[in-house]
């Protein structure tokens, strides 16, 4: 049964039902980098219980409170990002260098007295770098067949993606023939892009893919933008003994991405081999606003002891952001017409499709909270070491429509069945050789925040077009650095080294365990069989090097 398509008379606004952001998208901007002050940075960020640098704001709210004089400082760096991708032994390396203005922030401490309890209340402010999204990734090989229950070989393509959203809207081949289809909430883009491009057909049965052989596979994205983080603190010293904190946070978010996907068909004709196939362009944004709380707490146990414990909660991110998107099809291959005559088909064009626009959907999403565990020990003015513990769960992330137009069930259910708790552990260490010199080292360590077998699950009325995801594994931070001062002036150098593997995959397919029909069949049927193609293995690597100058007084 065919649905009433809306009229072009209708306005974007219209498609505020469709779903956009993938949790894919959603991690990458709740998850954060190890970023600040070259010091805080190059003891690996273990300083929520030691305090006394601006980059606790972010971590530890009350390690502000260990102040006890005025501080001003910058940081700027200079990163390098890494991507080696083997896709079969075919290898790809992508490098992607960047100048970064990280940091810059202030601490006014204010003295109560010295017989009060409370002997301090400081403010702070701090400006950082808190998320660096530039990355290059490439891969490329042929994605293969999986042999079905019946026997049949079927090629792994991203053309059967297309087939299987376009069948589980039920929506027909005329509703999906006009462009008014992408003003319908409830219709999902990369199926009208596929049938629109001639890649797929359907029936009343619903829509199948034109996949003559075996894909032979390219995909490219470029990642650019970031997250900026300003913090705002007070903080109290009560006794020398406790220090109580209170950040509020702000965020500012941009994130683009353009990625290519392009299949070839390798074909026998009268003229000998040849190919035929399309490529799928991509252009996506996400950006916005969020704002949190963070609370902490310092306490040194014992009177006579330089033992700390720092304890830190952070509230949820709640992000209001707007998600950008348009796609390009471009087919590569001849069809014949009811006159025999051959043509090719033309390009599919979202942004021309839209009246020289992209489409905007606004949305919100609410991060996990956050449990910061610390521990601090000095001796004299000579050692300092620092450890941390943090627990954050991604399965509880959650999804809003704007203005109280309640939860995304589909989209906080991807969250709770392909994300869970990531445990971080930091460590650090200070030496002071002399009193106007350091030396320091760190280490952080990430569990994988993606369930095995996670997936990019596009639903039926998604506008996304890439098909791409990639399941990140446990990530290794090693960091080293040295400090100097002059009077009130002082200067650090930190260098970082992040290291982590991920499994790439272009799409996934869904297909029906009979093959024979060679239909893509609803995600309501049990009768399936889930299929990515081999995992494209990809080491990410990035170094950065970090300058921090600053003046106490």
Same mark, same amino acid.
């Given at each position: 049964m065919k649905r009433r398509t809306l009229l072009w008379a209708c306005t974007l606004f219209l498609a505020s039902g469709a779903s956009a952001q993938s949790i894919y998208d959603a991690m990458n901007i709740a998850q954060k980098d190890l970023n600040g002050t070259a010091r805080f940075v190059s003891m690996g960020g273990a300083m929520g219980a030691l305090g006394g640098d601006i980059s606790t704001i972010g971590t530890n709210p009350a390690g502000v409170g260990i102040y006890r004089s005025n501080?001003?400082?910058? +940081?700027?760096?200079?990163?390098?990002?890494?991507? !080696?991708?083997?896709?079969?032994?075919?290898?790809?390396?992508?490098?992607?260098?960047?100048w970064n203005f990280d940091n810059i922030g202030a601490v006014i401490a204010t003295k109560i007295g010295n017989v009060t309890p409370l002997r301090?209340?400081?403010?702070?402010?701090?400006?950082?770098?808190?998320?660096?999204?530039?990355?290059?990734m490439t891969m490329a090989?042929?994605?293969?067949?999986?042999?079905?229950a019946d026997g049949n070989w079927v090629p792994i393509s991203q053309v059967r993606y297309m087939a299987q959203q376009a069948t589980d809207t039920g929506f027909s081949t005329d509703d999906f023939s006009s462009n008014d289809i992408y003003y319908n909430g409830d219709a999902g883009w990369l199926g009208a892009i596929g049938y629109q491009g001639w890649l797929t057909d359907g029936d009343e049965f619903g829509f199948y893919p034109y996949v003559p052989s075996e894909a032979d596979s390219y995909f490219h994205s470029q990642e650019r933008g970031g997250i900026n983080q300003y913090d705002f603190n007070v903080s109290f010293n009560i006794n020398d003994r406790v220090y109580l904190g209170f950040t509020v946070g702000l965020y500012d978010v941009d994130y683009n991405k353009y990625s290519l996907y392009d299949e070839r068909y390798y074909l026998q004709g009268n003229g000998g081999e040849y190919q035929e196939g399309y490529s799928l362009e991509t252009y996506k944004r996400i950006h916005g606003s969020?704002?949190?709380?963070?609370?902490?707490?310092?306490?040194?146990?014992? !009177?006579? +002891?330089p033992l700390r414990i720092g304890l830190a909660v952070h509230t949820p991110t709640f992000y209001s952001l707007t998600y950008t998107t348009g796609a390009l099809l471009t087919p590569d291959y001849y069809l014949t017409d009811e006159t025999g005559q051959e043509f090719m088909p033309g390009v599919v064009d979202t942004y021309d499709i839209l009246g020289g626009r992209d489409i905007d959907r606004d949305f919100n999403l609410q991060t996990p909270w956050l449990v910061n565990a610390s521990l601090g020990y000095t001796v004299g003015n000579v050692l300092a070491l620092g450890a941390e513990y943090e627990y954050e769960n991604y399965a509880t992330m959650k999804f809003k429509y704007p203005s109280g137009g309640g939860d995304m069930v589909w989209e906080s259910a991807q969250a709770k069945g392909n994300l869970k708790a990531v445990h971080t552990m930091r460590l650090g260490a200070e030496f002071r050789p002399m009193p106007a010199f350091a030396v320091r080292a760190g280490y952080n360590y990430s569990t994988a925040a993606y369930e095995a077998g996670a997936l990019n699950y596009l639903p039926a009325n998604a506008l996304d077009t890439d098909t791409d995801f990639s399941n990140a594994q446990s990530m290794n931070v090693v960091t080293l650095g040295i400090g100097?001062?002059?009077?009130?002036?002082?200067?650090?150098?930190?260098y970082k080294y992040q290291t982590y593997h991920s499994d790439f995959y272009p799409f996934?397919?869904?297909?029906?365990?009979?093959? +024979?029909?060679?239909?893509?069949?609803?995600?309501?049927n049990q009768n399936v069989t889930l299929v990515t193609p081999e995992a494209t293995k990809?080491?990410?690597?990035?170094?950065?090097?970090?300058?921090?100058?600053?003046?106490?007084f």
């Amino acid at each position: 049964m065919k649905r009433r398509t809306l009229l072009w008379a209708c306005t974007l606004f219209l498609a505020s039902g469709a779903s956009a952001q993938s949790i894919y998208d959603a991690m990458n901007i709740a998850q954060k980098d190890l970023n600040g002050t070259a010091r805080f940075v190059s003891m690996g960020g273990a300083m929520g219980a030691l305090g006394g640098d601006i980059s606790t704001i972010g971590t530890n709210p009350a390690g502000v409170g260990i102040y006890r004089s005025n501080d001003v400082m910058t +940081s700027f760096s200079y990163s390098l990002t890494s991507t !080696e991708s083997d896709y079969a032994g075919i290898k790809f390396e992508n490098n992607k260098s960047r100048w970064n203005f990280d940091n810059i922030g202030a601490v006014i401490a204010t003295k109560i007295g010295n017989v009060t309890p409370l002997r301090f209340v400081n403010f702070g402010f701090n400006y950082h770098k808190t998320k660096s999204f530039y990355k290059n990734m490439t891969m490329a090989g042929v994605m293969g067949s999986v042999q079905m229950a019946d026997g049949n070989w079927v090629p792994i393509s991203q053309v059967r993606y297309m087939a299987q959203q376009a069948t589980d809207t039920g929506f027909s081949t005329d509703d999906f023939s006009s462009n008014d289809i992408y003003y319908n909430g409830d219709a999902g883009w990369l199926g009208a892009i596929g049938y629109q491009g001639w890649l797929t057909d359907g029936d009343e049965f619903g829509f199948y893919p034109y996949v003559p052989s075996e894909a032979d596979s390219y995909f490219h994205s470029q990642e650019r933008g970031g997250i900026n983080q300003y913090d705002f603190n007070v903080s109290f010293n009560i006794n020398d003994r406790v220090y109580l904190g209170f950040t509020v946070g702000l965020y500012d978010v941009d994130y683009n991405k353009y990625s290519l996907y392009d299949e070839r068909y390798y074909l026998q004709g009268n003229g000998g081999e040849y190919q035929e196939g399309y490529s799928l362009e991509t252009y996506k944004r996400i950006h916005g606003s969020g704002f949190n709380l963070k609370f902490g707490a310092i306490f040194r146990p014992f !009177e006579y +002891s330089p033992l700390r414990i720092g304890l830190a909660v952070h509230t949820p991110t709640f992000y209001s952001l707007t998600y950008t998107t348009g796609a390009l099809l471009t087919p590569d291959y001849y069809l014949t017409d009811e006159t025999g005559q051959e043509f090719m088909p033309g390009v599919v064009d979202t942004y021309d499709i839209l009246g020289g626009r992209d489409i905007d959907r606004d949305f919100n999403l609410q991060t996990p909270w956050l449990v910061n565990a610390s521990l601090g020990y000095t001796v004299g003015n000579v050692l300092a070491l620092g450890a941390e513990y943090e627990y954050e769960n991604y399965a509880t992330m959650k999804f809003k429509y704007p203005s109280g137009g309640g939860d995304m069930v589909w989209e906080s259910a991807q969250a709770k069945g392909n994300l869970k708790a990531v445990h971080t552990m930091r460590l650090g260490a200070e030496f002071r050789p002399m009193p106007a010199f350091a030396v320091r080292a760190g280490y952080n360590y990430s569990t994988a925040a993606y369930e095995a077998g996670a997936l990019n699950y596009l639903p039926a009325n998604a506008l996304d077009t890439d098909t791409d995801f990639s399941n990140a594994q446990s990530m290794n931070v090693v960091t080293l650095g040295i400090g100097y001062k002059w009077s009130s002036f002082y200067l650090d150098l930190a260098y970082k080294y992040q290291t982590y593997h991920s499994d790439f995959y272009p799409f996934f397919n869904e297909l029906s365990d009979d093959a +024979s029909l060679d239909y893509m069949i609803t995600s309501a049927n049990q009768n399936v069989t889930l299929v990515t193609p081999e995992a494209t293995k990809v080491k990410n690597t990035r170094s950065q090097v970090l300058l921090t100058l600053g003046f106490r007084f």
